[in-house]
């Protein structure tokens, strides 16, 4: 051992011992003490107990659950021990078992562990033990979901949240802009020309079936798996409603590229003919509002627009609405909120949303290639405005920063695809503090929808196409231009932190580009991306 390594082994208890079994060592001290030593440990030893034919003891698994839920990693010596839910749960991720027999190189063994994985692990404990075991709520719905999931029983859906639509009256055709509608040779596939068409959901069943097998690599890493068919789903075990064909496969393969059957047929999902939501939030900004809902005339692969009014006002009763060929659904709030951006309203039909500002300008090119991107990243958030966090050595916090770099590891969701799944994540599970300080500081729902989806898949957001900044001609004075609202936004980041327990926000230096998007980037930025 080196003078860095501290070793306490307690042979004596200051306080009568909790029994425990003859062949195992008793549990000394009280429950707070134990937690105290272990919040300054960077591994907990768990013998396992010394008779064979004992999978499991209560003294084993207090010390297992004390271990995780302060960010201890757990070295569980005796390779005949079985963990909770062993057949379901990846323990390798978050403890460490090792034979008694080599106990002798227990030292040189966590010591080749690199800072890098010790912090994953520790994560991923913290992870097991909020979502299995740290409630009897979370440990009810643990079995029951073991149970289901052996019977192959689906899950009940989740609920959507009904939209309560405000009437308005179209006016004429909107106009279509040359410029917004240049979609060159970014078709992808054919446009359909009948109304629009909902994502079916239920394009897979809860087994697993033989096409998954050789496809299962290609699962996203991380605590758990956007599948409905995967076992003991720890988060949300009803999502089997909402998620549907391929969601998070690359099927192996592929075509001759361009738009063609085969090529769609590679990307996942419901292709050729998925479409996407645009879900707009709007406050009292009708002139500003009117002119986005025209821009997107003649926009392909346009589901619908839901404009969700933030407004405690209804519309002017005069105002006339622009005819696009597609359904506008103005639906009415219960107050305002910025987290209504993010409800699963169950006027949304498709998997993919498009959350946009109402003043945000992009064209109809734009669109459509974070649409392809999007669906060979069905997992990700993928849009357009990219910001990065970044830490301040003098104060000892988090900073959010949105000044140019070739760095980002946020992407703004004023212009960004998600999958609705994300959005009853979001709603109905992520911490309610979470949703409470966004209302109070009306900001920050971005920045949560960020932290959410790296929480989920260890995957950083992408960005597409070469825009940093959106800005809007005749606009009035946005928030994001008051100094507080940084301000707010370096509070955020350092509350969220708090609460997930971690910093879950991941670097990124790759951006997605299309070799036919005409893009002009400043000599200083040029070597900042990779593109494809």
């Known amino acids: 051992m080196t003078h860095l390594d501290q070793v306490l082994v307690e042979f004596t208890c200051k306080n009568r011992p909790q029994p425990s079994l003859p062949t195992e060592w008793a549990l000394c001290g009280e429950r707070e003490e134990r937690l105290e030593v272990l919040k300054a440990s960077t591994f907990a030893l768990v013998i396992s107990p010394g008779d064979g034919q004992l999978l499991a003891s209560a003294g084993c698994g207090m010390r297992l659950f004390e271990a995780l839920e302060v960010g201890a ?83 009940a859906p989740i609920r959507e949240e009904p939209a309560q639509e405000i009437p308005h009256k179209a006016g004429k055709t909107a106009g279509t802009d040359p410029n917004m509608a240049d979609n060159g040779d970014l078709d992808l596939g054919p446009v359909e020309t009948e109304p629009p068409y909902a994502s079916p959901r239920y394009l897979r069943n809860f087994t697993c079936t033989a096409a998954d097998t050789y496809r299962a690599w290609n699962r996203p890493p991380g605590p758990f798996h956007l599948f409905p068919h995967t076992p003991l789903d720890p988060v949300l075990p009803s999502e089997a409603k909402f998620l549907g064909s391929g969601t998070g496969f690359r099927p192996i393969g592929g075509g001759t590229g361009g738009s063609g ?20 939030l709007t406050y009292e900004r009708e002139e500003v509002l009117m ?111 949105s000044n140019y770099s070739c760095e980002l590891s946020m992407v703004l969701t004023g212009a960004a695809f998600f999958h609705k799944y994300y959005a009853y994540l979001y709603s109905y599970v992520m ?73 879950p926000l991941l670097y990124t230096q790759f951006r997605v580009d299309s070799v036919l998007f005409k893009t002009r980037l400043p000599h200083d930025k040029t070597k900042c991306f990779k593109f494809i």
């Open 73 to 155: 990693i757990p070295v569980i010596l005796g390779d005949h021990s079985r963990l909770p839910y062993h057949d379901m749960i990846s323990w390798n991720e978050a403890a460490l078992l090792v034979p008694k027999p080599r106990i002798t190189e227990l030292h040189f063994l966590l010591r080749s562990i690199s800072d890098n994985d010790l912090l994953a692990m520790r994560r991923q404990g913290r992870f097991l033990w909020e979502t299995y075991f740290s409630t009897a709520e979370s440990v009810f719905g643990t079995i029951l979901a073991s149970i289901r999931t052996r019977i192959q029983i689906p899950a």
């Open 431 to 503: 911490p309610q503090a979470i949703r409470d300080m966004v209302d109070e500081y009306i900001n920050c729902e971005d920045i949560a929808m960020n932290f959410l989806v790296s929480h989920i898949t260890r995957k950083p957001p992408i960005k597409v196409t070469s825009r940093w900044t959106f800005r809007c001609p005749g606009c009035p004075q946005a928030l994001s231009h008051d100094d507080s609202h940084f301000h707010e936004r370096h509070k955020c980041i350092n509350f969220f932190v708090k609460v997930y327990g971690y910093m």
């Open 261 to 280: 059957k085969e090529f769609q047929a590679a990307l996942g999902g419901n292709v050729p003919r998925e479409q996407f939501t645009v879900v707009m």
């Open 291 to 401: 002119n986005s809902l025209e821009r997107l005339n003649g926009l392909p692969y346009l589901n619908k627009v839901v404009v969700v009014w933030n407004s405690p006002k209804p519309p002017s009763e005069d105002l006339l609405w622009p005819d696009i060929g597609l359904p506008i659904v103005v639906v009415r709030t219960e107050k305002n909120s910025l987290n209504n951006r993010f409800l699963p309203w169950d006027v949304v039909e498709t998997e993919a949303i498009l959350s946009i500002d109402d003043d945000a300008h992009l064209r109809h090119d734009e669109i459509m290639f974070g649409f392809r991107v999007w669906r060979e990243a069905r997992d990700r958030i993928v849009g357009f405005p990219g910001r990065y966090h970044a830490w301040d050595a003098s104060h000892q916090s988090w900073l959010y920063n």
